[in-house]
């Protein structure tokens, strides 16, 4: 028996718990309003998981009266009628408990209600009052806002203003004439009908020490401009100085264009103090989780108030332009790209492009020194006299390519010296009026190649004595080696053709391009001829010309 009984108490004790838990009521709210006026209730706090459900609580039918309906959460009076005066419960069930409000609704006649609000105000403060009617700010609806003082029209003067979009009303320093009821009056239009809401607050002057409240400033932010994505999360912050102490008086909020943010349900905002090297300054943080492009480039302001004065501080926020950006990656990456492209252009095309400067260079006579040749073509005459591919090239093709297709001016041993002239005074004659030394060299064999540099000792030695040794020494004239036939044997060739072998190269001209296809016989021609005369040097213009 004394088990059962324990048993029953403790259950009779969770059955409490749990009626408490979930039974609770707040305590009752009591706004004061006009009869005739609209007037719209909210049940706080509520969220968009919570089930919010209203009923008459002192009438004995839950039923709301007629003129009463509930929309999105919030219950609507659409006139308030003195029908209306009474008790109303919210009851806000969510997935683990639920939770009831009262609210009391005192309905008066005449246009200005009964203040909900009394505040005592020392004589020669400034003092600032609110409309707080956030319920039909959040409607985003036209709305005209009138000031009433004692139930009559406000005309606001020098010292009395007002902020239109939020109804801020400012006053001047309190005296006792600033003593009274007043009553902030909304005009607005919703479906067609026109309405008016109305909320009072009762303002006392007292007489005592004025309050001496520190100078404000805000740190920041001073016409920032910040830097968000359209569609992702931002967050403001502000800094402000509030003097040596917390002040319970002194407030901060965030302002969109002129409007309050409570007018954007998405927005969240926080403010406290913090305090530095003695000094308390005010820090507020304006969450916004998705930007959406109409705060772009409007101002967002900052205020910190105190009942002395008012500072804000102002902020914009603009979207990110990634153009730049891209437009950087797309030169960094671009610009090496191009180098290297123009660097295997210039290397591959080089030749065509000294070639093509110089034909647009055709009206400038290049100035000749007093020599008269452009190139003086050394062989050996035991070659010559074979007439093998080596005295075809140097007689027949050389000359046909370039004296008589380009104008160059050659002189070719064995064919432009005379029987009987002293060899030594023709080559050094010869070789001092050319301005380019061509060598031509075969590859018939070593055997071959050596016999026929025997043959003619004297004379290829004495050409390179004048010619190499020159062209070494001065770089005057230049020497232009050329391989008939395929790869020469240097190993036979005297010491200053190796060098020049392997400073400068040396061109290649074989007789069995006919061997060929035609279209590779062409284009091994063309280079050939082509990197020739790109080592030749200009031709005058007149020579051009008496050539066409």
């Known amino acids: 028996m004394a088990a059962g009984g324990w048993v029953c108490f403790l259950t009779g004790l969770l059955s409490l718990a749990s009626a408490v838990d979930h039974q609770h009521q707040g305590e009752a709210d009591t706004y004061h309003v006009s009869a005739g006026h609209l007037f719209l209730l909210r049940c706080y706090p509520a969220d968009v998981h919570s089930q919010i459900r209203w009923s008459r609580g002192d009438s004995g039918n839950e039923s709301l009266p007629t003129g009463v309906e509930v929309r999105d959460g919030l219950l609507w009076f659409r006139p308030v009628q003195m029908t209306h005066n009474g008790s109303y419960i919210c009851e806000k069930r969510d997935k683990t408990r639920s939770s009831k409000i009262i609210f009391r609704v005192l309905v008066s006649r005449g246009d200005c209600p009964d203040p909900n609000e009394n505040i005592t105000v020392t ?50 320093p309190v005296t006792e004439r600033e003593s009274g009821k007043y009553t902030c009056l909304i005009d607005i239009t919703i479906d067609g009908r026109n309405y008016t809401t109305a909320r009072s607050i009762q303002l006392t002057a007292k007489s005592g020490p004025p309050e001496v409240f520190p100078e404000l400033h805000v740190v920041s932010p001073q016409k920032d401009v910040v830097i968000v994505q359209v569609g992702k999360r931002a967050e403001l912050q502000c800094l402000a100085y509030a003097g040596f102490s917390e002040d319970p008086e002194i407030l901060m909020f965030w302002t969109i264009n002129g409007t309050e943010t409570g007018d954007h349900m998405e927005l969240t905002h926080s403010w406290k103090f913090i305090h530095d090297k003695g000094q308390v300054y ?20 900052c205020h910190i108030l105190s009942p002395a004065e008012e500072k804000f501080g102002e902020a914009r926020l603009q979207e990110a332009d990634y153009s730049t950006f891209y437009m950087n990656v797309a030169l960094w990456l671009i610009a090496p790209i191009t180098c290297l492209l123009l660097t295997a252009f210039f290397f591959i095309c080089q030749v065509d492009l000294i070639l093509a400067y110089r034909k647009l260079n055709t009206h400038f006579s290049k100035p000749q020194d007093g020599k008269h040749y452009d190139a ?30 380009y104008g160059y001016y050659l002189y070719i041993r064995g064919r432009d010296d005379f029987p009987g002239e002293a060899v030594h005074d023709v080559i050094t004659a010869a070789v001092h009026q050319c301005q380019r030394l061509i060598i031509i060299l075969s590859s018939c064999g070593k055997s071959k190649e050596t016999v026929q540099f025997r043959e003619d000792q004297n004379q290829l030695l004495y050409e390179q004595k004048v010619g190499l040794h020159d062209a070494l020494m001065q770089n005057d004239p230049k020497v232009i080696l050329v391989e008939v036939d395929g790869p020469v044997d240097y190993s036979q060739l005297p010491e200053s053709l190796h060098y020049i072998k392997r ?40 020579r051009l010309q008496s050539i066409t």
Not at 147 to 168: A, I, N, P, R, V
Not at 394 to 402: G, K, N, T, V
Not at 518 to 531: C, D, E, H, M, V
């Open 123 to 172: 004589k020669g403060v400034q003092q600032g009052l609110e409309c707080k009617q956030a319920e039909i700010f959040r409607l985003k609806l036209a709305r005209k806002i009138r000031w009433m003082k004692d139930c009559h029209l406000m005309e606001m003067d020098k010292g009395s203003t007002y902020l239109k979009e939020q109804g801020s009303l400012r006053l001047p």
């Open 282 to 301: 005010g820090q507020s943080i304006l969450s916004i989780p998705v930007v959406r492009r109409e705060f772009l480039n409007i101002p967002i302001n």
């Open 376 to 405: 003086y073509v050394s062989v050996s005459q035991s070659a010559m006299l074979s007439l093998d591919g080596v005295a075809c090239f140097a007689l027949q093709i050389l000359p046909q390519e370039l004296e008589q297709k």
């Open 503 to 542: 400073k400068q190269g040396a061109l290649e001209w074989k007789n069995s391009f006919a061997e060929t296809n035609k279209l590779t016989q062409l284009y091994l021609k063309r280079n050939f001829w082509k990197n020739l005369r790109c080592q030749m040097p200009a031709v005058p213009a007149r």
